[in-house]
């Protein structure tokens, strides 16, 4: 653990002048497991100004090398004044005993580990800790609520990505709701000159109208300068000053951002798009299930047509038949969305934030033949 205290702001009027003069490389690892260098110049450590004060005591487990430490936790502690605690690793069993000793106000975490947390054998005192605010990507939505209840704390739900370090996050409080399941509104930069824009486009690059599903793009000037030495990726990313997230999304009425899913994750079965994301959510609400992936899988019937199939991770000690996932999933999804092969796992592989890798779920070769087929077994 190392802890950073900068109680006093030596310096940052000057550091929030010249931000422009400074560039960041940052590497990523994109779903297919190939890497990219992504080079970022202007206003890189301003973003966190909104998030975090001087007053506040930051406490994350996140790699340094992931942009979200290094932006939100580490420059915004820097540029805000406040004091951060950088932990060694991520441990559910022991990251509120942590926030206790270090006297955390926020922590910052990633969305993959959120679920651990919640899964943490309950204790009396959970709601007695000094964290005030939890920044994450997001909760899942059927637990959203009570784990504010649970550990006495608001959920700061967060959107972006390296190339874009400005993007989406829970409404301020105070100014809005904020919504269980959505993502938020656009940052607002601290600088009221700075804009940042979000829109969701169709596959023609039309914006489309409030409710419907598309890409989630960005425009700012945070937004990354390009990948580094890589002008034909650089130019398919960023087009006309907006980065192309590759994510679907959509906004409500009340232009609030909800999360779909990566575009190259999203399922196409019958001719009906099907977010992964939906089927999880499901899935991980069943009182035996600790955690689950869907992906979809090959169908034989061309086209790029998919079957939908679901890993699943129980929690220990729990029974559970593959009849009784899917007949769970019967009675909360619509029938085409019901997976079609189920497979039981002991783990799952991850990134080094915790991420389930689901291209190398792809990549297990006999994919479909060892596991549940519940078109082949009796009828559910």
Known sequence: MKMLDHSAKPGLAELAETAHMFGAKIFIQISTGQGRQVYSKRQWVDPSLDVISADDRVMTPNPLFHANAQ??????SLAAGASL??????SSSQI????????????VLVQAVTPWVWNRPRREDDGENPVKTMVAGNVPVEIYEDFEKRFQLKIQTIY???ESVLGIMGPREGTRPR?????????EHPTPSIKNEVKIIDEKGN??????QGEIIIRNSAIMVEYFKDSVRTAEAKRDGWVHTDDIGYQDEDSYFFFVGRKKEVIRRRGELISPVEIESVINRHPGVQESSVIGVPSGLGSGEE????????????????REILSWCQENLAEFKVPR???????FPRSAIGRIQKNLLKEEENSTHECYDRLKEDTI
């Open 71 to 76: 932006v939100y936790s580490t420059m915004g």
């Open 96 to 107: 509120l005993e942590q926030a206790r000793h270090y006297q955390a106000t926020k922590m």
């Open 179 to 187: 919504k269980p399941g959505g993502i938020g509104v656009p940052m």
């Open 307 to 322: 079957e939908v199939k679901a890993f699943v991770l129980l929690k220990p000690g729990e029974t559970v038949s593959p």
């Open 85 to 90: 605690v950088l932990l060694k690793r991520f």
């Open 160 to 162: 972006s990505l390296t």
């Open 207 to 212: 914006e489309v109208p409030a409710g419907q």
């Open 341 to 347: 092969f189920l497979e039981f796992r002991m783990d």
